[in-house]
């Protein structure tokens, strides 16, 4: 457990889960995250469904966060009709590039370790997967996305992310556009 609510950084780091590896040392207080973390991460790699990412500490390997992510899109079905698609995609694309869908990475999962609530590590995640698709953008990725459970949603928007619906379901849509990093 933490003593303080400073978390020296460096000495951890992010790492892709390992063929044939799972995590049974995790708990972050939500039943699904540590089920997909403890059960279902490996599988889902394995079919390419997604891909799951552990920040660890260094020496211990203790595993303190996880995140999970796949690709998607933000498209005009994501929106309740035409207007609002195209008021959303007016500001950010020049007229010759207003397609009806953008390349995405979605979020799929990300979970902090119970011991690990609120010392920063969720948005030191954020910032290194909104990093890693800036920097190492190999296939054309403009957002991020998340589907976040209602308790999470200020977190998100937090980390200047955006509801792009209103309307009310089990999960919020979000979206990080990859463009307002200042390079």
């Known amino acids: 457990m933490m003593k303080s609510n400073e978390c020296n950084f460096d000495n951890y780091y992010v790492r892709r889960l390992r063929k044939d590896e799972t995590i049974k040392s995790f708990d972050c207080g939500d039943a699904d995250l540590n089920d997909f973390i403890w059960n279902r991460a490996e599988s889902y790699n394995k079919a390419l469904l997604s891909v799951t990412y552990v920040f660890e500490h260094k020496a211990s390997g203790k595993v303190i966060g996880y995140f999970s992510l796949a690709n998607d899109k933000i498209s005009i079905d994501d929106f309740s009709n035409n207007t609002e698609f195209n008021r959303f995609r007016r500001h950010r694309f020049a007229n010759e590039k207003r397609i009806k869908s953008y390349p995405a990475v979605k979020i799929c999962r990300l979970g902090i370790d119970n011991d690990f609530h609120g010392y920063g590590v969720g948005t ?51 979206y990080y556009d990859l463009n307002d990093i200042i390079s």
Not at 137 to 151: E, K, P, W
């Open 124 to 174: 030191k995640l954020l910032n290194f997967i909104k990093s890693y698709y800036k920097k190492g953008n190999n296939a054309g990725c403009r957002f991020l996305t998340v589907d976040a459970y209602h308790n999470a949603v200020t977190f998100y928007e937090r980390n200047s992310f955006h509801q792009l619906q209103q309307e009310e379901k089990k999960t919020k849509l979000l």
